[in-house]
């Protein structure tokens, strides 16, 4: 027989119980790209069925995620933007930050390639063309690690980010919804390999600018500071950073997507050098 719900409120309100109520949940910030390329999909069920710890993803923006972190929103997250990473890692907001995989980003836009971006290797000087040729740009406008890294290479073009331009459109979205706008409006785009490939069947896009050592884009999983954040589940959290990085995940990191795209998606790095 299934308790009331008198009941159920009794045993949640006891302290002994509630804790153990509470620890099963673990809240996991995420990019979008680790959800839409199918990663976490794969991973998240070998991980719940081997701690018993049951994982609410919510998958948004990596700025959107490390504030969540910080507020104690989420009790661990998966990013791919280092430099902001490290500056919340100085401040003391998070007590562990472990590298897990790396990709790359890719420049995309139209077969015709208006622009003419095609075989540019310095992904800065693309984006300075684009805005030179006032070219049809979509920017995730989200804070994402994309837009955090493409922001960057508005300033290494050494020009600011231009923003009310009218062709550069902000989606305010994450990738697989950026990718499909740019298709729709034969502009160009910033995306993650991985999310491209998934999305490359239902998009009119290709590659154009790949290569630059500045489109390396690089993984990490985090763990807040509970001083900072009481009430997230600090156990579970560590749980899952700890599977992020154990052996049998990476290897199987480093084998998703292989049958389907003759590729990996993501190349694992736990226990590599960290230069990020």
């Known amino acids: 027989m299934l308790p009331s719900k008198k009941a159920l409120l009794l045993l949640c309100l006891l302290p002994g119980l509630r804790t153990t109520l509470q620890s099963s949940d673990v809240v996991l910030g995420s990019t979008t790209s680790t959800r839409d390329t199918g990663l976490l999909d794969s991973l998240l069920p070998i991980f719940e069925a081997r701690t018993g710890y049951h994982i609410k993803l919510i998958a948004v923006g990596t700025g959107q995620s490390l504030t969540m972190g910080r507020r104690g929103d989420a009790d661990v997250v998966l990013v791919h933007a280092p430099e902001a990473e490290r500056v919340l890692v100085d401040s003391g907001y998070f007590v562990r930050r472990r590298l897990v995989m790396h990709n790359e980003f890719l420049i995309v836009g139209p077969t015709s390639d208006p622009a003419g971006l095609r075989g540019i290797p310095d992904a800065a000087a693309a984006l300075l063309r684009l805005a030179e040729r006032r070219a049809l740009f979509v920017s995730r406008g989200d804070n994402s690690g994309t837009e955090i890294r493409e922001r960057m290479l508005w300033q290494k073009a050494g020009r ?14 994450g990738m697989g919804p950026t990718l499909q706008m740019a298709s729709e409006k034969r502009a160009y785009t910033l995306t993650d390999i991985g999310t491209y490939l998934v999305w490359k069947s239902k998009v009119e896009l290709v590659p154009l600018v790949q290569g630059d050592p500045e489109l390396y884009n690089v993984y990490h999983v985090l763990e807040p500071n509970p ?11 560590r749980a899952f950073a700890d599977f992020m990085v154990d052996t049998a995940t990476q290897r199987l990191i480093g084998e998703f997507g292989r049958t389907r795209f003759g590729q990996a998606l993501f190349v694992p790095d736990a226990g590599k050098t960290d230069r990020w």
């Open 160 to 173: 600011a980010q231009p923003h009310g331009e009218p062709w550069y459109i902000e989606s305010g979205q």
């Open 227 to 237: 001083r900072n954040a009481p009430r997230i589940n600090v156990a579970g959290g």
